[in-house]
Nanobody, 122 residues
Framework: QVQLAESGGGLVQAGGSLRLSCAAS????????MGWFRQAPGKERTFVAA????????YYANSVKGRFTISRDNAKNAVYLQMNSLKPEDTAVYYC???????????????WGQGTQVTVSS
């Protein structure tokens, strides 16, 4: 089983940047595809970005393409989400997840962190 813990959220002005981190533990954590999702109040959890186990393939939601970058360091069992040019509509709780697939579908993720709040003020 993989355990995940996010960090790095906070309050930032529009146009600013934040870097989220996700620390993974578990013997085979480096073998999973990893994804970032977000959930705003009263809304469903939606896909933001994903990366395959080697880091060689990345996938992004259209709404963040060109602004966000997902990366991973398997030696450190960590996944990152660099968020630039933040907008108020990026405000949400951000979750990292582990999946046996490279997926945009929350149901295909087998482990989640507790989430980290990102608030972008206008």
């Amino acid at each position: 089983q993989v355990q995940l813990a996010e960090s790095g959220g906070g309050l930032v002005q529009a146009g600013g940047s934040l870097r989220l981190s996700c620390a993974a533990s578990g013997r085979t954590s480096s073998m999973y595809g990893m994804g970032w999702f977000r959930q705003a109040p009263g809304k469903e959890r939606t896909f933001v970005a994903a990366i395959n186990w080697s880091g060689g393939s990345t996938y992004y939601a259209n709404s963040v393409k060109g602004r966000f970058t997902i990366s991973r360091d398997n030696a450190k069992n960590a996944v990152y989400l660099q968020m630039n040019s933040l907008k108020p509509e990026d405000t949400a709780v951000y979750y990292c997840g582990a999946s046996r697939f490279n997926s945009e579908i929350p149901a295909e993720y087998i482990a989640w962190g507790q989430g980290t709040q990102v608030t972008v003020s206008s």
